[in-house]
């Protein structure tokens, strides 16, 4: 594949493509596309999550939702590696859906994907600022500093949030620029300082007893009896705990939304080497680490530290917050990296856990960076966007125009998000993530009935199948079966994944109705100044 794009003549620039290669270089391997897949996840955000399942469910314990949220996703693997074996290129369920299904089906995924993974950038960079006190906490606990210490009540303000928030995604826009062979080894080397992270934890935990913990708190805390006395407390504002299996299985569409991110490999699909086997060997190396790590992690807080309390504490800290506050000064939705500071005795170990959020945020707005761009060069490519945004650089071979676009949109959704309540507005974010799982698994159920071309191998007429129907459409079956159910949940329980508000609706719609529309639009723009059809001309797939 060449690294420059090839420029067609003059008269050709009217048609679909204009250039004989795309211009993204196949340079990625099986680490660089698991260090992206694991960073789309945001490793170490799962001590939040924890703490968040707590707050949003009663009573739940999350061994069984981890584990349940993971075979959903290897499910959807499968699903997703007949796609990518079909359409080897980048733009994830926009290239899908178009060539599969139908070009302005493939817009409505395109555009909506670009605008709520900007959004998600900006979000991740509010998400490192509102940590930076922790940050700071443990920075301060580490040198011994009450300076820095007691600067952690500084940098809550919205203008110190939107201060690092902007800084953040500066940062992550410099790294951007450079090959995504280069960026990937970047990512790579957060992830393991993340994996590191969790290493720290999980010696903390396992070397020191529930007592030790408990002793540690009350230290912490400036609080001999601060362990019981949260208990007393939750106990006081009828906080329930303990473990209900029908509970806990209400939080497997949460852990299936904690795993978000595990296959995102397949957006750079156009620059993985041997895309299938690359792909697959990075999902499943991926999901394996998570489930090893995270139930490993969990299984580590319940010995030590013991779940009613992680159970009161979560309720609490959210629910009550002066009640919580005047026990101990510890970080409620810190979680697991809480424990890990309070049993901590060394700097070192301090420093890795506060540090685990920051590397975090920037890990996945790196790769979430490399994710949306590669969606708006596949849509620029078809002319659905202005061209510039598929013009590659020669000396690095990404998208440059569309990184620029991306990170200034992302920087306005920080901006907003700082000053302003968005929470209506982006309420029902959780129910879109989990359509994009629908929108690609029922791509991989059409794949074989309407484009059994893209996946046959030379010599052979029909696909590999069982009782009568095709594999590919028995993977993507199952898939679009889990994935709709986990909508359901999400759909059924707007107390913890989203209310339904008139903005948040009419969000929802305008993000979906604007990719038909500007399909519509390119594609009379092309009927009348060329005699293209896009429809038609949308059946091919976008050149190398």
């Given at each position: 594949?060449?690294?420059?794009?090839?420029?067609?003549?003059?008269?050709?620039?009217?048609?679909?493509?204009?250039?004989?290669?795309?211009?993204l270089?196949?340079e990625?391997?099986i680490?660089?596309a698991?260090?992206i897949s694991?960073?789309?996840?945001?490793?170490?955000?799962t001590?939040?999550?924890?703490?968040?399942?707590?707050?949003?469910f009663?009573?739940?314990?999350?061994v069984v939702?981890?584990?349940?949220?993971?075979?959903?996703?290897?499910?959807?693997?499968?699903?997703?590696?007949?796609?990518?074996?079909?359409?080897?290129?980048?733009g994830?369920?926009?290239?899908?859906?178009?060539?599969i299904?139908?070009?302005?089906?493939?817009?409505?995924?395109?555009?909506?994907?670009?605008?709520?993974?900007?959004?998600?950038?900006?979000?991740n960079?509010?998400f490192?600022?509102?940590?930076?006190?922790?940050?700071?906490?443990?920075?301060g606990?580490?040198?011994?500093?009450?300076g820095i210490?007691d600067a952690?009540?500084q940098?809550?303000?919205q203008g110190?949030?939107?201060?690092?928030?902007v800084?953040?995604?500066?940062?992550?826009?410099?790294?951007?620029?450079?090959?995504?062979?280069?960026?990937?080894?970047?990512?790579?080397?957060?992830?393991?300082?993340?994996?590191?992270?969790?290493?720290?934890?999980?010696?903390?935990?396992?070397?020191?007893?529930?007592q030790?913990?408990?002793?540690?708190?009350?230290?912490?805390s400036?609080?001999?009896?601060?362990?019981n006395?949260?208990?007393?407390?939750?106990?006081?504002?009828?906080?329930?705990?303990?473990?209900s299996?029908?509970?806990?299985?209400?939080v497997?569409?949460?852990?299936?939304?904690?795993?978000n991110?595990?296959?995102?490999?397949?957006?750079?699909?156009?620059?993985?080497r041997?895309?299938s086997?690359?792909?697959?060997?990075?999902s499943?190396l991926?999901?394996?680490?998570?489930?090893?790590?995270?139930?490993g992690?969990?299984?580590?807080?319940l010995?030590?530290?013991?779940?009613?309390?992680?159970?009161a504490?979560?309720?609490?800290?959210?629910?009550?917050?002066?009640?919580?506050g005047?026990?101990?000064?510890?970080q409620?939705?810190?979680?697991?990296?809480?424990?890990?500071?309070?049993?901590?005795?060394?700097?070192i170990?301090k420093i890795?856990?506060?540090l685990?959020?920051?590397?975090?945020?920037?890990?996945v707005?790196?790769?979430?960076?490399?994710?949306?761009?590669r969606?708006?060069f596949?849509?620029?490519?078809d002319r659905?966007?202005?061209?510039?945004?598929?013009?590659?650089?020669?000396r690095?071979?990404?998208?440059?125009?569309?990184?620029?676009?991306a990170?200034?949109a992302?920087?306005?959704?920080?901006?907003?998000?700082?000053?302003l309540?968005?929470?209506?507005?982006?309420?029902?974010?959780?129910?879109?993530v989990?359509?994009?799982?629908?929108?690609?698994?029922?791509?991989?159920?059409?794949l074989?009935?309407?484009?059994p071309?893209?996946?046959?191998k030379?010599?052979?007429?029909?696909?590999?199948?069982?009782?009568g129907?095709?594999v590919?459409?028995?993977?993507?079956?199952?898939s679009?079966?889990?994935?709709?159910?986990v909508?359901a949940?999400?759909i059924?329980?707007?107390?913890?994944?989203g209310?339904?508000?008139?903005?948040?609706?009419?969000t929802?719609?305008?993000?979906?109705g604007?990719?038909?529309?500007?399909?519509?639009i390119?594609?009379?723009?092309?009927?009348?100044s060329?005699?293209?059809d896009?429809?038609l001309?949308m059946?091919?797939?976008?050149?190398?």
């Amino acid at each position: 594949m060449a690294k420059a794009s090839v420029m067609g003549s003059a008269s050709a620039r009217e048609g679909l493509f204009t250039r004989q290669s795309s211009g993204l270089v196949r340079e990625l391997g099986i680490p660089a596309a698991t260090a992206i897949s694991l960073a789309s996840v945001a490793l170490c955000n799962t001590f939040i999550n924890f703490t968040n399942g707590l707050v949003a469910f009663s009573q739940v314990d999350m061994v069984v939702p981890l584990l349940l949220g993971a075979a959903v996703w290897l499910v959807a693997m499968f699903a997703y590696k007949y796609l990518l074996e079909a359409i080897p290129r980048a733009g994830g369920e926009y290239v899908y859906l178009s060539r599969i299904i139908s070009p302005a089906i493939g817009a409505m995924a395109g555009i909506s994907i670009c605008i709520a993974f900007t959004y998600i950038l900006a979000a991740n960079a509010n998400f490192t600022a509102t940590y930076i006190p922790l940050l700071l906490t443990a920075l301060g606990a580490a040198f011994n500093s009450s300076g820095i210490g007691d600067a952690a009540s500084q940098v809550s303000g919205q203008g110190a949030i939107a201060i690092i928030s902007v800084a953040m995604l500066l940062v992550v826009g410099a790294c951007s620029f450079f090959s995504l062979r280069r960026l990937a080894q970047i990512i790579m080397a957060l992830v393991i300082f993340q994996l590191v992270a969790f290493l720290v934890l999980g010696w903390l935990l396992v070397t020191h007893s529930h007592q030790d913990f408990v002793n540690a708190l009350g230290q912490f805390s400036g609080h001999p009896n601060a362990y019981n006395d949260i208990l007393a407390a939750a106990a006081k504002d009828n906080i329930p705990i303990g473990v209900s299996l029908s509970a806990s299985l209400l939080v497997v569409p949460f852990m299936v939304l904690n795993y978000n991110g595990v296959l995102y490999s397949y957006y750079v699909g156009g620059e993985l080497r041997r895309p299938s086997r690359t792909y697959i060997w990075a999902s499943v190396l991926s999901i394996g680490v998570l489930v090893v790590v995270w139930v490993g992690i969990w299984l580590l807080m319940l010995n030590t530290v013991g779940l009613d309390f992680m159970q009161a504490q979560a309720k609490l800290g959210a629910t009550d917050a002066p009640a919580y506050g005047a026990i101990t000064s510890l970080q409620s939705s810190a979680g697991g990296l809480g424990y890990g500071l309070v049993l901590s005795g060394d700097p070192i170990s301090k420093i890795v856990i506060g540090l685990a959020i920051p590397s975090t945020e920037l890990a996945v707005n790196l790769a979430f960076v490399a994710v949306v761009t590669r969606v708006l060069f596949a849509l620029a490519f078809d002319r659905l966007l202005p061209i510039g945004l598929a013009k590659i650089s020669e000396r690095n071979a990404v998208p440059s125009y569309a990184i620029i676009v991306a990170l200034a949109a992302g920087i306005v959704f920080a901006l907003l998000a700082s000053f302003l309540n968005l929470a209506n507005i982006i309420a029902n974010l959780a129910l879109f993530v989990a359509l994009i799982i629908v929108a690609g698994s029922v791509a991989a159920t059409a794949l074989p009935f309407r484009r059994p071309d893209l996946l046959l191998k030379p010599g052979t007429t029909e696909l590999p199948k069982m009782a009568g129907i095709p594999v590919p459409a028995l993977w993507g079956g199952a898939s679009t079966i889990l994935s709709l159910t986990v909508v359901a949940l999400i759909i059924t329980h707007p107390e913890v994944f989203g209310a339904f508000s008139v903005s948040s609706v009419v969000t929802l719609v305008l993000v979906l109705g604007a990719g038909p529309v500007i399909y519509l639009i390119a594609r009379q723009i092309r009927l009348q100044s060329s005699s293209i059809d896009l429809r038609l001309a949308m059946r091919e797939l976008p050149p190398e």
